[in-house]
């Protein structure tokens, strides 16, 4: 968030801009914010407050009705290059210096359930994927969790896929279609 009190040299008085960020949600994209993070470092890559006490939300159980929260699917080793159609992820995020392209289950115009707090469920392609030619862009829960079923998607490293423990609070501020 940027706000410029002062009037002059080019600044509007009063003027606020909030960086939103692009996301997925069944397959239709949506803007949100980011507003804090129970992590330091995802904190600082996504210019959010530094809130610790949101990692005391219970995680790691799907996001049901009675769930605090959504779960938010980013993917460490998407595609890259800025101008490549399937580019996603945290790498191609940070070398293309453009927005990650996370999923993210349901928004508020789709589901019952949501929630502006995220359970971050993180995902890396497997060598096996990536050599078969199955990495690519993703941008539906379902699709999603299907690439991690097959084996194709796993936590960091090859460790078994599932919640970080990192809680976000990112609400949704628009949805396009």
């Not at 790691?60 to 699917?73: C, K, M, P, T, Y």
Request: hydrophobic share 40%; aromatic share 8%.
């Amino acid at each position: 968030m940027k706000i410029c009190p002062e009037e002059g040299r080019g600044l509007a008085g009063g003027t606020v801009t909030i960086r939103t960020t692009p996301i997925f949600s069944f397959a239709k994209p949506a803007l949100y914010i980011s507003m804090e993070s129970s992590e330091p470092i995802t904190a600082t890559l996504d210019q959010a407050t530094l809130a610790p006490r949101i990692a005391d939300v219970p995680v790691g159980s799907d996001d049901g009705a009675f769930s605090a929260v959504e779960r938010l699917f980013p993917i460490i080793n998407g595609p890259e290059g800025r101008d490549n159609p399937q580019r996603q992820g945290l790498n191609s995020a940070l070398r293309d210096n453009l927005a990650p392209l996370q999923v993210i289950g349901g928004i508020l115009t789709v589901a019952l359930d949501y929630s502006p707090l995220w359970d971050v469920n993180l995902g890396e392609w497997t060598q096996n994927a990536i050599s078969k030619g199955y990495r690519s862009r993703i941008i539906d829960e379902f699709q999603y969790l299907e690439m991690v079923r097959q084996g194709h998607l796993t936590g960091p490293n090859g460790k078994r896929f599932g919640s970080t423990g990192i809680v976000v609070n990112c609400p949704i501020v628009f949805r396009f279609l």
